[in-house]
């Protein structure tokens, strides 16, 4: 199998403005807002807003983002809980355009410990706020994702491409490419 990567192939989008969306774009935001009045998905979002309501509580009303989400023992302090909620939260902001969820989702997005694992929830939750981003804010979350990055290599150096089981975890912690 051969894959033809294009290197610049989100030229056009960024060119625009726009964020190269991987699993929402902006249209998609609009139809997902008008569904989300009825039927089930309304029960659905429901229980999101339900579940993301004290995790936002929790964000804003912390005095340190940062320590929160980059406390190794973050399931004690809900900073574990609040980043692998990240996507629903910034998805309620959105959707509902609920500005604390977007203040909380920002606010995490911009704390940038460099302790923590950017997984798939964070760098969802990144797509999604992308376009409310500033550049610098922006900036703040690449510099948290490079570092992440640059502590994976570090720590699967002495074991990358010495089995295949090995190389496993890595496919996990390149979230945030």
Not at 106 to 130: K, T
Request: a positive charge; hydrophobic letters at 40%.
């Amino acid at each position: 199998m051969v894959i033809d990567f294009k290197p610049d192939c989100a030229g056009r989008l960024y060119q625009r403005g726009e964020h190269p969306r991987l699993l929402i774009s902006p249209g998609d935001i609009a139809k997902l807002r008008r569904a989300c009045r009825a039927g089930w998905c309304r029960k659905v979002f429901h229980g999101l807003r339900l579940k993301t309501a004290p995790l936002i509580d929790m964000v804003l009303d912390h005095a340190d983002v940062t320590a929160l989400v980059g406390n190794p023992k973050g399931l004690r302090n809900g900073g574990m809980q609040v980043t692998s909620s990240l996507d629903d939260i910034a998805m309620v902001g959105l959707l509902d355009g609920n500005q604390r969820a977007l203040d909380a989702a920002r606010a995490v997005l911009v704390s940038g410990p460099a302790n923590h694992d950017i997984n798939g929830n964070v760098a969802f939750g990144y797509d999604l706020m992308h376009p409310l981003l500033s550049a610098g804010e922006r900036g703040k979350f690449i510099g948290w994702a490079v570092n992440h990055i640059d502590h994976c290599l570090a720590l699967a150096e002495s074991t990358y491409l010495q089995s295949a089981g090995n190389n496993t975890p890595m496919t996990y912690r390149l979230d945030a490419l």
